[in-house]
């Protein structure tokens, strides 16, 4: 049986969520298909960090865009999310480094932005007491901090559902076409049909995308990240390194996460990861290093999240290049969960005003297609 | 014996010693194939012939022929070339038949032509008021440390639950001079019925006129009381009291150590971590590995013998140790497998080894109210989550063991939801109104023993590691 909707949003991550609860906000009844459950992959199982810091210019505009809605998410999804607000600092560990930073920082305040701060040694120090002297300091993004991602994601799934969004977990979206004017979807023995199409599916996204005839440049990745035991509260902002891959993270509990973009070895079709223990010994090895109150701690977990990376590590969103009422929302590449929220409020204004106020034309999928019709 | 792997790679590698692990590496080895045995007691056994070189215990006849029949097949393994290493604890296995081991606080990889889990079972979740008070713990605790060291209770001691293992330890208990005070049978009066079409196997089998006479000895000395159908430990940060009701009896004893036991179940998250395909068992309640007929699991390269592989008992686990070996010998290097006995003498032996299981998987079912607990009982004892805060969860959309986790971190603690998740399953499932194969369980994660951050940063560097590129 074909039923009627205003949307399709195929996807149950942050950014399917995301765009379904801004959706029923706008008035529009969407539905929303996940193969999984809502959180499964990498947005359930993603490090947290709501970060400003350290992105790509192209997307800063809707990175502060989503911050302005993650302080006051609880107002919107009914549940705090986890959300803590410590500041996330990016540590140079070398003058180099630190020229890096100021660069940077510099770079930023031209084009208008403020976020970034660049700090000395003795402030780094005050935000991170635990990093080594030799340290000459680095850059803060002071509203920045973290979040529970599944708590997250599935608060933004309950919320949808409760404001009239038709949420399809455990069957994949299979048969996607253009019918008669309208997307069609089957889910099971259902199909559904609606005006407007949101490909939001992550790592299955870029076979969306060009099953559809518009292929991307994406690759399916799976970020590891490890979490201790409990050690005694040492460190409150979100650390990041300018020169290594390690990002680390202590909890209200205690455990800390180590993440920074070591890949394991996705298996798509199995849900499955094969995780690189060589990698995470690196990641091991550098928190060793700096943080000597971790050595004694242990591993309890290790994990990886499945997602898609483009080639220039931008996502890619706003609308289609080649069919009207098709809208992409993937390739968030390693960083997409604090700009979920933003992109939600974002794409729906695309979809319901047909523009928005931020900034994203550098994100659409026709940088890829320079040449198409 | 307690140093790193010899070699980085080994024909078949065997994880745990136990009857199924000894077995199945002895008859690898026999083949002629390189074989690694990783164990991570101090020495061979497993559970059931823990210690069975060093136990303090040496009057035979308190620990039981039963246990020193494991001393031949440890003495077969250890004259045979198998590179045997104990106090090691494997904490990763992945499908490319990796492992990850920490062997003297220092880890090491080694690969594997085949994998054969020999890591047997744990015992099932008692969760009653009060199991996490200090002075509760289970019969299999109290057994470890028994074989080990000769301890036994001295002080006012209440053994409560149902099967083999609780009948066992408590003649132990007693021919060691030890302290019972009272036994408290949980089994169901209903289950003695469901179980009298299994009887006459049962009455065929190798465990009929040894368990008889165990529960004679036992009660001859002890006041059991059967039927137990509420059960509740209690006490201001320790054990002072155990409760119980049987029909219309109603007691509050004083106690100073609670034993309980309902059973055994297999020891699924080695497996499970490397992406083996379960099954929940609706007989055994419990999760077990999805098995072909040699023992070959849904990973090409992964066996599993002995009570991992669903609970059958020691002997049956020897055979099934046979039968994996063999199966492996067969894949590496046929024609090596005529200096085996054929495969059709290993599938009589379990035939015959499993004779009477059904009737004790039926009689010793646990009964619902003593694994799905309810109002403020903990579930999962490393955070503190009880079942009222399970329900509360499932009612605000938590639909499986995973999402749980986002709400509440059961499963999230260093036990790795070995002492929660089969409670937070059935649990879940009854919420619901589903099957636990619909709820499924926890996905599990290397490592499933915690290691050191420090031992982590001190495994070897590879070439790539030294040239990796940092980010830009």
């Not at chain 1, 300091?137 to 969004?165: E, H, I, N, Q, Y």
């Not at chain 2, 308190?62 to 246990?67: E, H, K, N, T, W």
């Not at chain 2, 994998?115 to 605790?141: D, H, K, Q, S, Y």
Request: glycine share 10%; charged share 20%; proline share 5%.
């Amino acid at each position: 049986m074909t039923k009627l909707a205003d949307a399709i949003i195929v996807g149950g991550g942050i950014h399917g969520c995301s765009t379904a609860l801004h959706m029923c906000l706008a008035g529009m009844k969407p539905v929303l298909i996940e193969k999984d459950y809502a959180g499964r992959h990498a947005s359930g199982v993603n490090a947290g960090g709501v970060r400003q810091l350290a992105r790509h210019v192209a997307e800063i505009p809707l990175s502060i865009r989503s911050m302005g809605i993650w302080e006051r998410i609880e107002e919107l999804v009914d549940d705090a999310c986890g959300f803590e607000s410590h500041g996330q600092v990016l540590v140079a560990e070398n003058d180099a480094e630190f020229d890096t930073c100021r660069a940077r920082v510099a770079e930023l305040n031209a084009l208008g932005f403020t976020h970034e701060e660049l700090i000395d040694g003795p402030e780094l120090r005050r935000l991170v007491p635990a990093v080594a002297e030799s340290c000459p300091g680095g850059v803060v993004s002071r509203r920045d901090g973290a979040a529970d991602p599944a708590r997250t994601t599935t608060a933004f799934r309950r919320k949808a559902a409760a404001l009239g969004a038709t949420v399809r977990e455990g069957v994949a979206a299979t048969n996607i076409r253009k019918q008669d004017g309208l997307w069609r979807v089957d889910v099971g023995a259902d199909t559904y049909a609606a005006p407007v199409l949101v490909n939001a599916a992550g790592a299955w996204a870029g076979r969306i995308a060009a099953a559809l005839g518009e292929p991307v440049p994406v690759e399916t990745v799976a970020p590891m990240l490890m979490i201790t035991s409990r050690v005694p509260h040492f460190i409150d902002p979100v650390v990041i390194l300018r020169g290594r891959k390690l990002s680390f993270k202590q909890f209200a509990n205690g455990t800390v996460l180590i993440g920074g973009g070591h890949l394991a070895t996705p298996d798509q079709d199995r849900n499955e990861t094969v995780l690189d223990w060589r990698s995470l010994a690196v990641s091991a090895r550098t928190v060793f290093e700096l943080f000597p109150v971790m050595r004694s701690a242990t591993i309890v977990r290790a994990w990886a999240g499945i997602e898609a990376r483009t080639r220039d590590e931008l996502p890619v969103l706003g609308p289609s290049a080649r069919h009207s009422g098709l809208y992409h929302q993937f390739g968030f590449s390693l960083h997409g969960f604090q700009l979920g929220p933003g992109a939600g409020a974002v794409m729906t204004e695309l979809i319901v005003n047909g523009g928005t106020q931020t900034r994203i034309g550098d994100l659409g999928i026709d940088r890829f297609h320079p040449f198409a019709p | 014996m307690n140093t790193t792997p010899r070699r980085d790679s080994y024909d078949v590698v065997v994880i745990g010693a136990g009857p199924a692990g000894l077995a199945a590496a002895a008859t690898v080895a026999e083949a002629g194939l390189s074989t690694l045995l990783l164990d991570e007691n101090a020495g061979p056994g497993g559970q059931v012939w823990r210690a069975i070189k060093s136990t303090p215990v040496t009057e035979r006849d308190y620990l039981g022929a039963d246990y020193w029949a494991g001393a031949d097949l440890v003495d077969a393994a250890r004259s045979s070339s198998v590179e045997i290493i104990q106090r090691a604890t494997v904490w990763s296995l992945d499908r490319n038949l990796e492992i990850g081991v920490s062997i003297g606080s220092a880890s090491s990889f080694v690969k594997a032509g085949r994998v054969i889990l020999a890591t047997g079972a744990l015992e099932r979740p008692f969760p009653i008021p009060g199991w996490t008070l200090p002075g509760v713990m289970t019969a299999g605790a109290a057994q470890t440390m028994l074989k080990s060291s000769g301890l036994v209770p001295d002080g006012p001691t209440v053994i409560a639950g149902q099967g083999p293992l609780l009948w066992l330890l408590a003649a132990q208990i007693l021919r060691l001079g030890g302290r019972i005070d009272r036994i408290l049978d949980t089994t169901a009066r209903r289950n003695y019925l469901a179980a009298l079409p299994q009887a006459f196997a049962f009455m065929n089998s190798p465990y009929f006129a040894k368990g008889l006479a165990m529960m004679r000895e036992v009660r001859a000395k002890v006041p059991v009381v059967t039927g137990v159908s509420e059960l509740a430990a209690a006490g201001d940060g320790q054990l002072a009291t155990v409760t119980y009701a049987a029909g219309s009896r109603r007691e509050t004893m004083p106690a100073e150590l609670l034993l309980l036991h309902q059973g055994v179940v297999p020891n699924v998250n080695l497996a499970m971590a490397a992406g083996v395909e379960h099954r929940w068992d609706d007989l055994q309640l419990c999760w077990s590995p999805i098995l072909d007929h040699d023992g070959n699991t849904s990973v090409e390269g992964i066996a599993i013998a002995g009570d991992g592989a669903g609970i059958g008992g020691a002997q049956a686990a020897i055979v099934r140790g046979h039968i994996a070996a063999r199966a492996a010998v067969e894949a590496l290097a046929p024609a090596a497998t005529a200096k085996l006995a054929p495969m059709a003498t290993f599938r009589a032996s379990l035939a015959r080894a499993e004779r009477g299981r059904a009737f004790l998987d039926t009689l010793f079912r646990p009964s619902q109210r003593f694994r799905i607990p309810s109002g403020d009982t903990i579930v999962c004892r490393c955070e503190e989550v009880t079942a009222k805060d399970i329900l509360d969860a499932v009612a605000i959309g938590a639909t499986g063991p995973n999402q749980l986790k986002a709400y509440r971190r059961t499963g999230m603690g260093p036990c790795q939801g070995r002492l929660c998740g089969l409670t937070v399953t059935e649990l879940m499932a009854q919420a619901r109104d589903k099957s636990p194969q619909e709820i499924g369980y926890y996905r599990l994660r290397a490592p499933v023993k915690p290691i050191t951050l420090a031992e982590l940063a001190a495994v070897p560097k590879t070439e790539t590691d030294v040239n990796a590129v940092v980010r830009g």
